[in-house]
């Protein structure tokens, strides 16, 4: 029943998690209008993939972060984590409950392009840290990439158990690339705040949303009319 729930609101969530990408693509377009930062979060992705397919996985640093990830939400839920595990290529976290949220985390939480952004903000608060930007915005790039590659090999080149324990594969997938989105907005957001408007893109997917169910709605109506004739 569970199951069939999550996949309701899957579907539900569709068209959502459709314009939050738009609205996504639409930030990081008006982010890399500027040169700079094109050069700076590009170079940064490239470095990452150049390494990554050149033969080193950064799996230890992946796992921590992983395994990291999955604790602090089981903690920030209220859950009891007893110990984590960290092998080379793998790694386990004990705890006494766990719920969607804890278990799809790590795939929707680029765990460390946000420590990246939060650091930034951080140091703004004692300096003017717009100087160290161009550096700052190569590490995100760099780890964005970092999160982006490893999550796709690790749900589509492995069975995942993972996706199953959420909900599913339709459901977890629907809400990983929500919350990648949003993510990927926020640190946009932490570095460029002049140059991403969150209220104005919120704005924007509730209207659009509507809209999108409005006519979905229209055609379901069309057809039940066009039955019962």
């Not at 939050?20 to 930062?37: H, I, P, R, S, W």
């Not at 690339?177 to 957001?189: D, E, G, I």
Request: with cysteine.
């Amino acid at each position: 029943m569970k199951k069939i729930l999550k996949l309701i609101i899957a579907l539900l969530l569709l068209p959502t998690a459709f314009f939050v990408v738009v609205e996504t693509g639409g930030a990081f377009v008006n982010v890399l209008k500027d040169f700079q930062v094109a050069v700076g979060l590009l170079a940064g992705a490239v470095l990452y993939c150049v390494i990554h397919f050149g033969g080193y996985k950064f799996e230890k640093m992946y796992v921590w972060g992983h395994e990291a990830t999955h604790a602090v939400v089981a903690m920030l839920c209220g859950f009891r984590v007893h110990s984590i595990t960290v092998n080379d290529d793998s790694g386990n976290v004990k705890m006494d409950r766990t719920n969607a949220a804890v278990v799809l985390a790590p795939y929707c939480v680029p765990l460390y392009a946000i420590l990246t952004g939060f650091l930034y903000l951080g140091l703004d608060l004692f300096l003017d840290a717009s100087q160290y930007r161009a550096v700052f915005v190569f590490v995100v790039g760099f780890f964005m990439a970092f999160h982006f590659v490893q999550t796709f090999q690790t749900l589509w080149e492995v069975d995942q158990p993972d996706l199953t324990m959420a909900g599913g594969r339709i459901f977890s997938s629907v809400i990983i690339v929500l919350c990648n989105a949003a993510v990927l907005v926020l640190v946009l957001k932490l570095l460029f705040p002049q140059r991403v408007q969150l209220l104005e893109m919120g704005r924007s997917v509730i209207t659009s949303t509507c809209q999108a169910w409005g006519m979905v709605w229209q055609v379901f109506w069309s057809w039940v009319a066009t039955k019962t004739a």
